[in-house]
């Protein structure tokens, strides 16, 4: 059975990093395109970022130049880097594949304050 878990979100001051960790149990992991997407308060799921199974990237103009996405494929896990964190990148963070293939998770909260 898929499964997907989020985690390492939390409450951060703007200007500050968090990483996100999400543990894919899927099949042929490595050969998968991974992506990183989040859902804010009253809106709809947007794509933040992506990663080709060759470990090509790609990222929302948004996030572009703050986060970072990266695997591991002996732990079947994707990672999102959040640096110089805006309030505007609070949301409920999610991990599936490129094209939301898999079954949703619970996703991590991240909510950047003062």
């Known amino acids: 059975q898929v499964q997907l878990v989020e985690s390492g979100g939390g409450l951060v001051q703007p200007g500050g990093s968090l990483r996100l960790s999400c543990v894919a149990s899927?099949?042929?992991?490595?050969?998968?395109?991974m992506a990183w997407y989040r859902q804010a308060p009253g809106k709809q799921r947007e794509l933040v970022a992506t990663i080709t199974s060759g470990g090509n990237t790609n990222y929302a103009e948004s996030v572009k130049g703050r986060f970072t996405i990266s695997r591991d494929n002996a732990k079947n896990t994707v990672y999102l880097q959040m640096n110089s964190l805006k309030p505007e990148d609070t949301a409920l963070y999610y991990c599936?594949?490129?094209?939301?293939?898999?079954?949703w998770g619970q996703g991590t909260q991240v909510t950047v304050s003062s």
């Open positions: 599936n594949s490129e094209n939301g293939l898999f079954a």
């Open positions: 899927v099949i042929m992991f490595r050969s998968r395109h």
